[in-house]
């Protein structure tokens, strides 16, 4: 079953950072918190993981506030190519994946 | 990065006939490959986690004698769905991991039996 609470949507303009948020207060000592996004009939595409510390990649970043019961992922500067639905989702023991909702981001010209 | 792919991208089947899904990934070895299953305006729902030459696992409420999973490489998993109804019509995707904490997952495949 999904840990994971995230937004049902947002809006973020073109340009702008797009922070998104996502809650797990029940989150275990060695659970990853992963970031996938899934573009509309496609398979969801990789974005960026971590376990504590906060993380960067070409992509994205990634806080995890102390207690880890919460994180963000934070795009940039969105683009309209962003627009898609963005899952948080924690890594188990048995490297399942088991998705929530999802927020679905629109980003506007 | 890792390449996971699915064949056929998209099949039309009439009711009762089974359809099988290939899922290979395409530059590394999977030790699981996992199967998905979406519905429209849904979220991907775990259906069964699936390690090379050994029985897939699946999760709760899904039929394993309807949805037959083999793996029988480290590059293969396929998903059967036999007898196939209406409501089997979906959107199925497989990811598939080295055990390394990455998942890679497939573009995946609409189902629509008729």
């Known amino acids: 079953d999904a840990k994971t609470t995230q937004p049902t949507s947002m809006d973020c303009a073109e340009g702008r950072a797009a922070n998104l948020p996502c809650n797990h207060s029940?989150?275990?000592?060695?659970?990853?918190v992963y970031w996938y996004r899934q573009i509309h009939s496609q398979g969801p595409q990789y974005i960026i993981h971590g376990l504590k510390n906060n993380e960067t990649n070409e992509m994205a970043s990634l806080i995890i506030t102390e207690d880890r019961k919460s994180s963000t992922l934070i795009l940039p500067h969105a683009t309209l190519r962003d627009t898609a639905v963005y899952y948080c989702?924690?890594?188990?023991?048995?490297?399942?994946?088991?998705f929530g909702t999802g927020t679905s981001l629109t980003v506007i010209p | 990065g890792a390449v996971v792919s699915q064949h056929p991208s998209w099949v039309i089947c009439k009711s009762g006939t089974s359809v099988k899904i290939e899922c290979r990934s395409l530059d590394f070895q999977a030790t699981t490959m996992f199967w998905y299953r979406q519905f429209p305006k849904q979220s991907l729902m775990l259906m069964a986690t699936s390690n090379e030459g050994s029985k897939a696992t699946y999760e709760q409420g899904v039929e394993k004698d309807k949805f037959l999973i083999n793996h029988a490489s480290l590059t293969l998993s396929t998903l059967t769905v036999t007898s196939a109804h209406p409501e089997d019509s979906s959107f199925y995707i497989c990811?598939?991991?080295?055990?390394?904490?990455?998942?890679?997952f497939g573009p995946g495949t609409r189902l629509t039996v008729t």
């Open positions: 990811s598939a991991t080295t055990g390394a904490y990455e998942q890679y």
């Open positions: 029940t989150i275990s000592g060695n659970e990853y």
């Open positions: 989702i924690l890594l188990n023991t048995g490297n399942q994946f088991y």
